[in-house]
């Protein structure tokens, strides 16, 4: 059955309302789930996931249960009150019927007043019914089940009761429409698994459990995860510094209401140099940051310098001490409920309200004023910290200075190793950041000259995770990266702002071999951009590209591949019917082992070349990811990678 009649077959005068909101939903689904990519696929989830969530913070439910079905439908359970399921005089409806196919109907039966959660775009679960091919909805409530079941968010049957039960609760499971979601329909367990991590941390005591049962483990079982935290914030913090060595024996925290809204936030140092807040409004990651991030930082400051000042701790501080100082080796993460939260900035995660400000600041100046007055030790070493931060800060301000004003002075000033595109138009040109000089040879020769610009880099470029800021102003490969890329940094003030406007290339790719030490070289980039140029992984600038692993050929026919299937397909495909032993294959182990004419088939050529665009699905789960990879600790990187290894596997 086509949608059309799909959809007219069950139309009725009073459904008129319903259908058009479902349809507007079909046809602009970007409008309400942000995009019907990996990302929007991700949202249906979230949005369905928020709901139970809401019943939890509303004291009714403390256990969430998401499984990834085969075929990557979704099912999520929760053990609370039940979506109401009699009938509604004014509509003549069920409740749940209302909930289920009625844009942003979800919260019209609810007077609890603490209902804040809600995705980024708080659309609904109806949304979610009109974007899957199948729903259904069962609710066990009052001894009895009821459910009720539909195709693009049109009801297959009045809600009807199936049996008895003794248990409470919700469960919705759907199938993402592939006609929507046209890019992908497969969910990644990696990127549900942060969300729910991160979900548990900001929401203690609701126990979410994941499982993957797309695929079973040798023992028969299916993987899965539970993620609960008594500890909230504390524990998201301990966690995202679990391989930085701490300054403070345990975080500093506070929870509280305070002008009327409700503040959670966490806060520890560690010995590196970064900066590292991270908030969130009503558990939407707030990326651009906003008034509860400006009174994280002005609360934090002023109660620091107040307490330095007091203990003629900063009697012999010739240098001025910036708002900058006091963050470095800072990781925070600050989370606000607030009822009708404004947002603003280029993705709408910036926070507006202005009365949240002052909240956070008192918070903040509570909890850490306590905190100095009875660890005067610990206060010190925050100090001491600092005043070491306003220190470096002097040299790299030089350091910075000195990459400034080289990178505005175009022409003569760019880099002598780059070999420059002859186009200008930004939004044309590519930039090429190849691993070695050998690599960057071929690459030179193979490139189309107008638009691709070869930058080579000497190997192992710095790890910033672990330098000081000045240092990585003065290393050559990032000095080169800078001024080739056309980006200067802001001052402290404005948080070192990158400053796009004289960007030169709306493509950065890196481009190292294919091995163990690519990727290092490839992880340590990133970071890099991470840490210093983050805006321009935001914009989408950011890419890797993909060079093949295998030629195979046979005779004058040859193919490129890219893993191991494809190479068993590409002998099976070339040995055809006679002799096979003709059929060789290069591995090839690095990008220097290439011609110029093969770089250009396989990796360069923007007709047939795979790119891979760098983003950020989640800053704290990018964060930890980072740290970990560049950190001291060994175990923890080894896992990542022998997990990630075997992803790498199933993927090819
Ligand atoms: C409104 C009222 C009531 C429950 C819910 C909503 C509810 C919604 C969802 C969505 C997912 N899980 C849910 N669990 C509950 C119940 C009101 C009452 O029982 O008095």
Not at 339 to 354: A, D, H, I, W
């Amino acid at each position: 059955m086509s949608e059309e009649q799909d959809l007219k077959s069950n139309y009725s005068a009073d459904n008129i309302q319903v259908l058009e909101g479902l349809e507007a939903v079909r046809k602009r689904p970007s409008m309400y789930i942000g995009d019907t990519g990996v990302k929007g696929l991700h949202h249906l989830v979230y949005e369905v996931v928020d709901n139970s969530i809401d019943e939890a913070l509303a004291g009714h439910a403390d256990t969430i249960d998401v499984r990834i079905l085969e075929g990557n439908s979704i099912r999520v359970e929760d053990n609370g009150r039940g979506i109401p399921t009699g009938i509604n005089k004014k509509e003549n409806k069920s409740a749940l019927e209302i909930v289920m196919t009625v844009l942003h109907a979800g919260g019209k039966f609810d007077k609890d007043t603490y209902k804040v959660s809600g995705g980024l775009h708080g659309v609904g679960v109806s949304c979610v019914n009109a974007l899957s091919t199948d729903l259904k909805a069962e609710v066990h409530r009052e001894g009895k089940i009821w459910m009720q079941e539909y195709k693009i968010g049109v009801p297959q049957y009045d809600v009807k009761e199936v049996g008895d039960t003794d248990k409470r609760g919700t469960i919705v499971t759907f199938t993402p429409d592939p006609t929507i979601f046209t890019q992908t329909t497969e969910y990644k367990y990696d990127t549900l698994a942060g969300r729910l991590r991160e979900l548990a941390f900001l929401n203690k005591g609701i126990k979410l459990t994941l499982t993957d049962e797309r695929e079973k483990l040798d023992d028969g079982s299916y993987f899965s995860e539970t993620f609960h935290s008594e500890g909230g914030l504390k524990e998201f913090v301990a966690f995202l510094d679990d391989t930085r060595t701490s300054i403070l024996a345990e975080p500093i925290y506070i929870e509280g209401i305070k002008n009327g809204v409700p503040v959670e936030l966490a806060f520890q140092y560690n010995d590196s140099y970064a900066e590292n807040v991270h908030s969130y409004v009503n558990n939407i990651n707030t990326h651009e940051g906003g008034t509860h991030i400006a009174g994280f930082r002005r609360g934090l400051t002023r109660t620091l310098k107040t307490y330095a000042d007091k203990e003629g701790l900063l009697k012999n501080v010739k240098m001025e001490i910036t708002g900058d100082d006091f963050r470095e080796g800072l990781t925070a993460v600050v989370s606000v409920k607030v009822q009708e939260p404004q947002f603003e900035g280029q993705t709408k995660t910036k926070l507006g309200n202005s009365e949240v400000m002052g909240s956070v600041d008192v918070a903040v100046g509570e909890a850490l004023g306590n905190y100095l007055e009875e660890n005067p030790k610990e206060a010190k070493m925050i100090i001491n910290k600092v005043i070491l931060a306003a220190t470096a800060r002097a040299a790299a301000r030089k350091a910075r200075e000195m990459v400034q004003r080289k990178s505005v002075m175009g022409g003569s000033g760019l880099p002598g190793k780059l070999a420059d595109c002859s186009d200008s138009d930004p939004e044309r040109c590519e930039i090429f950041l190849v691993e070695g000089d050998s690599a960057g040879g071929t690459a030179k020769q193979g490139r189309d000259r107008n638009i691709q610009a070869i930058l080579p880099l000497k190997g192992k470029i710095l790890n910033v995770e672990k330098a000081m800021e000045h240092k990585i102003y003065e290393n050559d490969e990032i000095k080169n990266m800078f001024t080739a890329i056309g980006v200067s940094i802001g001052t402290p003030e404005d948080n070192k702002a990158l400053n796009l406007t004289k960007l030169r290339y709306h493509k950065i790719v890196i481009m190292t071999d294919a091995d163990i030490d690519g990727s290092h070289i490839t992880t340590l980039i990133l970071t890099f951009f991470y840490r210093y140029m983050r805006a321009l992984i935001e914009a989408g600038y950011v890419y890797i590209a993909s060079p093949p692993l295998y030629q195979v050929k046979k005779g004058k026919e040859f193919e490129y591949c890219w893993n191991d299937a494809q190479r068993d397909a590409a002998v099976q495909r070339l040995k055809g019917a006679g002799k096979e032993d003709s059929v060789h294959i290069q591995r090839y182990k690095g990008l220097g082992e290439m011609n110029a004419e093969q770089l250009w088939d396989t990796t360069l050529n923007p007709a047939t070349r795979t790119l891979m665009q760098a983003t950020i699905e989640s800053a704290a789960e990018c964060d930890h990811t980072f740290s970990m990879l560049m950190g001291d600790e060994v175990a923890p990187r080894r896992d990542f990678i022998e997990r990630n290894a075997k992803y790498a596997k199933i993927d090819a």
